[in-house]
């Protein structure tokens, strides 16, 4: 972990992130603390480590993102040589992942309510 970034401001934000409880309420929290573009770029460098870790091309990863070959460089380098932070959130997203393609395979009908 960056000691240059453990502040005690940064720990009340991170508290105050973990009380959100849906993505309604990111959003309310999220547009009142960030720009528009800053949330944007948040949500490109996310995009960006999820295609990597796909195995994606820089090139389809530029032009499905929009993303600078400067930016999917450093996300890239996050992922290899970061603090695995990406790679916790893909681990404990995937059996919603998995379970949302389970239920999207299931017959008309038999579809459950997630």
């Given at each position: 972990?960056?000691?240059?970034?453990?502040?005690?401001?940064?720990?009340?934000?991170?508290?105050?992130?973990?009380?959100?409880?849906?993505?309604?309420?990111?959003?309310?929290?999220?547009e009142d603390?960030?720009?528009?573009?800053?949330?944007?770029?948040?949500?490109?460098?996310?995009?960006?480590?999820?295609?990597?870790?796909?195995?994606?091309?820089?090139?389809?990863?530029?032009?499905q993102t929009?993303?600078?070959?400067?930016?999917?460089?450093?996300?890239?380098?996050?992922?290899?040589?970061?603090?695995?932070?990406?790679d916790m959130?893909?681990?404990?997203?995937?059996?919603?992942?998995?379970?949302?393609?389970?239920?999207?395979?299931?017959?008309?009908?038999?579809?459950?309510?997630?």
């Amino acid at each position: 972990m960056n000691k240059k970034i453990k502040t005690e401001a940064v720990d009340h934000l991170f508290q105050a992130i973990l009380t959100l409880k849906s993505p309604e309420e990111c959003y309310l929290f999220f547009e009142d603390v960030c720009t528009i573009n800053e949330l944007l770029s948040l949500s490109q460098r996310y995009e960006v480590a999820k295609m990597l870790r796909e195995g994606r091309t820089y090139l389809e990863i530029a032009e499905q993102t929009g993303a600078s070959t400067a930016t999917i460089s450093r996300v890239n380098r996050s992922l290899n040589y970061g603090n695995d932070g990406y790679d916790m959130v893909f681990q404990r997203l995937k059996p919603a992942q998995e379970e949302a393609g389970d239920a999207s395979k299931a017959p008309e009908g038999e579809k459950e309510l997630i």
